[in-house]
Each structure stands twice: as structure tokens, then as C-alpha cells.
């Protein structure tokens, strides 16, 4: 496909997502002989001078074989016992098959707090392109030994995104057990289509996609979906794809279709935007009337306290908010520049009265129009 060929030809960086499923067996422990495959295919990128980036599941699921368990512990303490074991066996294959090659590697491991605290998420860019300037793929995982519930990401196929958005990757290819998107499970209806291009993620594409779990995996399609929405939105390509296929890695890079492809979408966030958008994490929530939302989506305006009908959950000023419509749908993401017991004493009232209502001189705005970041397409 000439479109997707370009899109990597424009940018010279690709994130590879490897799921637990391909990685880990509940008895036999890491599928050495899999990483062995998937790291001469990233060594060749390399040879083209590609930069890659793998972030890697399996840590979980290594330290289930270790220790002998017969299913993936279900408590946060157990998890982060069982990813304490099985990180460091993870990492030694990827050493062991990528030193075959001369191919230096890291391990990087990130938590939620990495990419919403702005200035972690600036110093992460950093240490990638130090990376990358060095000539080292960067191995990521969720650093699941420390995340407790609020700083955890939850699932690795947001984590790529998220990468992928982190370092403006081409193309973020997320290797899975299963072909690509399809219009139906097809192991329970056979005529259930792969879908090959994705052009627009609509509520239709959103319901083929049902969660779906297994013993040692965490999401399913409807994680990768979400992934997809992060990363079209930032002009990021998604290839979801069986990773069982040894030569999909480079025919996904070569523009070749091994799967599904998400079409980046033709107009992109700048860099602060998608921070804000599609990285960032929310700390609370702000209803808004038809008004807002027509201000918002059609006149690209600032919100005002005027638009608020409703504040949800305890923030301060300056930190990231979701805007719902009346329906509940998020329209966006923001900076507040009031905290939430502020807004609800100014919510539906002018700008003007905001001085006499504080006591204080403060900004005519609520989110100033370069603080918001739109997640959806409007109609």
C-alpha cells in the first residue's frame, strides 16, 4: 500500500507491540526461539537505519512459569511479585537474542506519572532520542513491580501509543494471536471479515472490536482500538497483525498490509496538544451546555464558566480535565486554570462576576483554547 509506504518513509522511527500471548506460556515459560525471530527483524530495520522501540509484554506471564503458578495472579501485590520475577527473564532473552546480532538494547520502565507529569514526559523524550542518537532499541514495559492502581497504565497496548505519540513514531505495529480486526470473532463465525484498511474509527469499527481476555494477557481488540484512536490522532500509522508470521514486521515497514491498517488521520495535533489529549491523564471531569460544546468544536473557542453545567471530582488548577457534553460524551481534554471547588462556585456564571465571586483577579477563561485538545471528530 503506496499510503502507508510513504508514511514511514517520512518519519524514520517505529514502535513494535509484542503481546503476552506470543511471548509466554503459562508452563513453558518465554518463547525464546519467538523474541530470536523478532529480533532479526528489528535488526534489520536497524541495518536501514531505522529507529525501533519494542515494548514488550510477557512479565507477568514469565514469572507464572518461574514460580510454577497454574493462573495469572488476580491482587496488585501478587502481580507486582510475579513481574518482579519474571521482568528480569524477560530482559535476558531479549539480551541474549539481540547480543546474537551486535544490537545494544535498554530497558525502560514507565508508569503513568512518566507521561502525565509534563516535565517526566519531556525528560522520557529525552532519553529516547539519547538512545536513539546511540544506536540502542529501547525495550519498554510498564513498570508493574511499583504501580499501584493509581499511577498504573493498565495494558501495554495503550503504553505503545503512548510511546508511539512520546517519540512521533511512523508507525506503531502491534504484533498479536490474531490476524487483525475483524467484523465478527471468526473462530465462532466463519464468515467474519478482516478488515485490511481503516480509513475513520467509528462507533461501527469500535463494536467489532469486543473485549476480549485470556489467562495471561490483559485487553483484547478493544485496548488496540483505543491504542489506534491515540496514535491516527497524532499521524501515527497502526498495523494490528499475528505476530506468529515471521516476515510481518518488515512487510508492515515496507507498506505491505499483513493485517489491519488505521489510517493517521489527515489533519494531526501539535506536539503540546497531543500531550494534553492523548497522553496526559485527567484528573476530574466538567459537563458543559450545547453552548460550550458548539464554542468548543465549531469556533475552536476558549471555555467559559458560563458553558459549566456540572464539576466532577477533586482537582486543582493547572491540571488535566475531561470535557463531557450533556450526553456524557468526552469532547476533549484540558488544562484547568481553576480548581474544581473554584468552579463550582463560578460554574454558569459571566466572566466578569469570576473577580467578585473569588476575591480575586483570575483569567476570563476556564480552558484557554490552546490548553484544549479534541478526542473526538465533531460533527
Request: glycine share 6%.
Amino acid at each position: 500500500m503506496q499510503q502507508l509506504k510513504n508514511i514511514v518513509l517520512k518519519k524514520n522511527t517505529v514502535v513494535i507491540k509484542i503481546g503476552t500471548n506470543l511471548l509466554a506460556d503459562k508452563t513453558k515459560g518465554i518463547d525464546a526461539a519467538r523474541i530470536e525471530s523478532i529480533a532479526k527483524s528489528v535488526c534489520s530495520l536497524r541495518a536501514s537505519g531505522k529507529n525501533v522501540a519494542i515494548v514488550s509484554s510477557g512479565a507477568i506471564g514469565a514469572g507464572v512459569a518461574a514460580i510454577g503458578l497454574k493462573e495469572r495472579p488476580r491482587t496488585i501485590p501478587a502481580k507486582q511479585a510475579t513481574a518482579a520475577i519474571g521482568q528480569p527473564l524477560l530482559m535476558e532473552a531479549y539480551e541474549k537474542a539481540f547480543r546474537r546480532n551486535r544490537q545494544p538494547i535498554a530497558q525502560i520502565l514507565l508508569t503513568k506519572d512518566d507521561f502525565s507529569d509534563r516535565a517526566r514526559f519531556v525528560n522520557a523524550r529525552n532519553t529516547f532520542a539519547a538512545l536513539f542518537e546511540k544506536g540502542v532499541v529501547p525495550v519498554i514495559n510498564e513498570n508493574d513491580t511499583v504501580a499501584v492502581e493509581e499511577i498504573k497504565l493498565g495494558d501495554n497496548d495503550n503504553l505503545s501509543a503512548m510511546v508511539a505519540t512520546l517519540i512521533e513514531a511512523a508507525i506503531l505495529i502491534i504484533l498479536s494471536d490474531v490476524d487483525g480486526l475483524y467484523t465478527a470473532d471468526p473462530s465462532r463465525e466463519p464468515d467474519a471479515e478482516l478488515l485490511r484498511v481503516v480509513e475513520k474509527i467509528t462507533p461501527q469499527i469500535e463494536r467489532y472490536a469486543k473485549r476480549t481476555t485470556s489467562e495471561l494477557s490483559t485487553g483484547g481488540m478493544s485496548t488496540k482500538i483505543q491504542a489506534a484512536k491515540r496514535c491516527v490522532a497524532s499521524g501515527i500509522a497502526v498495523v494490528i497483525t499475528n505476530g506468529a508470521n515471521p516476515d510481518t514486521i518488515e512487510s508492515a515497514v515496507a507498506g505491505n498490509i499483513p493485517g489491519t491498517v488505521f489510517l493517521p488521520a489527515d489533519k494531526t495535533l501539535p506536539m503540546r496538544k497531543r500531550w494534553i489529549g492523548f497522553v496526559s491523564h485527567t484528573k476530574g471531569s466538567i459537563v458543559v451546555d450545547d453552548g460550550a460544546r458548539f464554542a468548543l468544536a465549531k469556533r475552536h473557542k476558549s471555555l467559559l464558566p458560563s458553558g459549566i453545567v456540572e464539576v466532577r471530582g477533586d482537582f486543582r488548577a493547572r491540571d488535566i480535565v475531561s470535557i463531557l457534553d450533556s450526553a456524557g460524551i468526552e469532547l476533549g481534554k484540558g488544562i484547568t486554570a481553576y480548581s474544581s471547588a473554584e468552579l463550582i462556585r463560578i460554574k454558569g456564571k459571566k466572566s466578569v462576576e469570576i473577580e467578585t465571586i473569588l476575591h480575586r483577579k483570575a483569567p476570563a477563561e476556564v480552558i484557554h483554547r490552546n490548553d484544549f485538545a479534541p478526542t473526538i471528530e465533531y460533527s
